[in-house]
């Protein structure tokens, strides 16, 4: 499995993105996808996850401004960040964790997101 991340840029605080991140192979349907975000110096935290059947889960720093949702049909999730806040500065990256016979795990290669304040 190959994630490719997209969508990251500058924008001011109070502004919008949409973080988009493309899985190859089959059975994406079945993948447990989350996005993750590391600001310098900091660790790597989860911000949002969605199951394969579309459960979703936020951080509690995001919850209310971002949402987190997938098309099977494209192989991609997206995660819709609105009222951005400087805080919300770091590379975001895309997981996916795969079952099949036992876990497997994935990594996209992040999209920096810089918010000004």
């Known amino acids: 499995v190959q994630l490719q991340a997209s969508g990251g840029g500058l924008v001011q605080a109070g502004g919008s993105l949409r973080l988009s991140c493309a899985a190859s192979?089959?059975?994406?349907?079945?993948?447990?996808m989350r996005w993750y975000r590391q600001a310098p110096g900091k660790q790597r935290d989860l911000v949002a996850s969605?199951?394969?059947?579309?459960?979703?889960d936020y951080a509690v720093s995001v919850k209310g401004r971002f949402t987190i949702s997938r098309d099977n049909a494209k192989n991609t999730v997206y995660l819709q960040m609105d009222s951005l806040k400087s805080e919300d500065t770091a590379v975001y990256y895309c997981?996916?964790?795969?079952?099949?016979?036992?876990?497997?795990?994935?990594w996209g290669q992040g999209t920096q997101v810089t918010v000004s304040s």
């Open positions: 997981y996916a964790q795969v079952l099949y016979l036992r876990v497997y795990e994935y």
């Open positions: 192979g089959s059975r994406f349907s079945t993948f447990t």
């Open positions: 969605i199951s394969s059947g579309g459960i979703t």
